[in-house]
């Protein structure tokens, strides 16, 4: 499943902004999980895609990734070894 959830202040009042955020977020788990688990793919691709903006990133999974135990620990050193971690949270 592709869902992402951009979420950008816009100038906004907090209170819009978090019911927006709210709304979109309450959207994208409206459907069960399904599929697979493509964690590290997905990780590679967010940071190679976004090294040059300042990104926060959550996961939201239900099992497993994809590749077991050794995804497990490629997902933990792309994490540790992420570049500009300052930009990066």
């Keep these: 499943r592709s ?8 100038g ?10 709210y709304r979109q977020i309450d959207a994208a788990f409206s459907r069960p999980p399904s599929g697979t688990t493509p964690v590290l ?16 990133r959550w996961f939201f999974g239900d099992g497993l990734p994809n590749g077991g135990i050794i995804a497990q620990r490629e997902i933990t050193k792309l994490l ?8 990066n949270p």
């Design 80 to 87: 540790v070894n992420r570049p500009n971690p300052e930009m």
């Design 41 to 56: 793919e997905k990780l590679q691709h967010s940071i190679l895609s976004n090294q040059h903006i300042n990104i926060a």
């Design 3 to 10: 869902d992402r959830v951009s979420l950008q202040r816009q």
């Design 12 to 21: 906004r009042d907090p209170k819009s902004f978090m019911a927006d955020a």
